[in-house]
């Protein structure tokens, strides 16, 4: 799988935007790219995941860059609750379908 | 749906005695993962298996752990004899197959004193 990297930390003001950056120059052709978020206590929670189209559900927005390095995740109005780990993960087709994690990052979101 | 149950939530043992963690996936899924997460680091996957069979388990330590999965449906973890650097904690995950949307668990915090 090819290698992520995202900042340690982030910090946040409650009901603005907030902008988590990966970046994973080395991605292949077939490989997506996901999204996950941990909570304190809880296990990892699926955000979304895209190939090359920038995509958007109820939780976030996924922008990935049109060469594929790198991908934002987008949370439009960060609550308190969104205080978690978020980590990017790439993960391979084929017969590798494996979710490989880093250490992610920490958003805080301030009251 | 009902998520992934796992039991117990914690646990505290000595070190070298021997501990099992309890998983139940959601019902249908024929893929289901045990990852180990150490604080302050991400997950890391221990084992995966598809239905009752193994289909990865590289960064299992099989010296002292071991998994199964009977029938297919429920898992369970063992470690024997513990070591202090087991202290984690221990997180099951299913999804639908192979390459669909992982669920977690809440995970069993292991305490190795």
């Known amino acids: 799988d090819a290698k992520t990297t995202q900042p340690t930390s982030m910090d946040c003001a409650e009901g603005r935007a907030a902008n988590l950056p990966c970046n994973h120059s080395?991605?292949?052709?077939?490989?997506?790219v996901y999204w996950y978020r941990q909570i304190h206590s809880q296990g990892p929670q699926y955000i979304i995941h895209?190939?090359?189209n920038n995509e958007t559900n109820e939780m976030a927005s996924l922008i990935i860059t049109e060469d594929r390095k790198s991908s934002t995740l987008i949370l439009p109005h960060a609550t308190l609750r969104d205080t978690a780990v978020y980590y990017c993960?790439?993960?391979?087709?084929?017969?590798?379908?494996?979710?490989?994690f880093g250490k992610g990052t920490l958003l805080t979101v301030n009251p | 749906e009902a998520g992934v149950a796992q039991s117990p939530r914690y646990k505290i043992i000595e070190k070298r005695q021997s501990v099992a963690f309890w998983c139940n996936p959601i019902?249908?899924?024929?893929?289901l993962y045990w990852y180990q997460q150490i604080l302050g680091q991400g997950p890391k996957l221990l084992i995966q298996?598809?239905?009752?069979?193994?289909?990865?388990d590289s960064q299992l330590p099989k010296d002292r752990f071991s998994a199964e999965r009977l029938k297919g449906v429920d898992s369970t973890l063992k470690i024997q004899p513990a070591k202090l650097e087991d202290s984690a904690v221990y997180l099951c995950?299913?999804?639908?197959?192979?390459?669909?949307?992982?669920?977690f668990g809440s995970g069993t915090r292991l305490t190795v004193v």
């Open positions: 019902s249908g899924h024929a893929t």
């Open positions: 298996f598809q239905n009752n069979g193994v289909v990865d």
């Open positions: 895209g190939l090359k």
């Open positions: 993960i790439v993960r391979g087709g084929g017969s590798n379908y494996k979710l490989t």
């Open positions: 080395t991605i292949s052709g077939n490989e997506y």
């Open positions: 995950a299913s999804s639908l197959d192979m390459g669909h949307g992982y669920t």
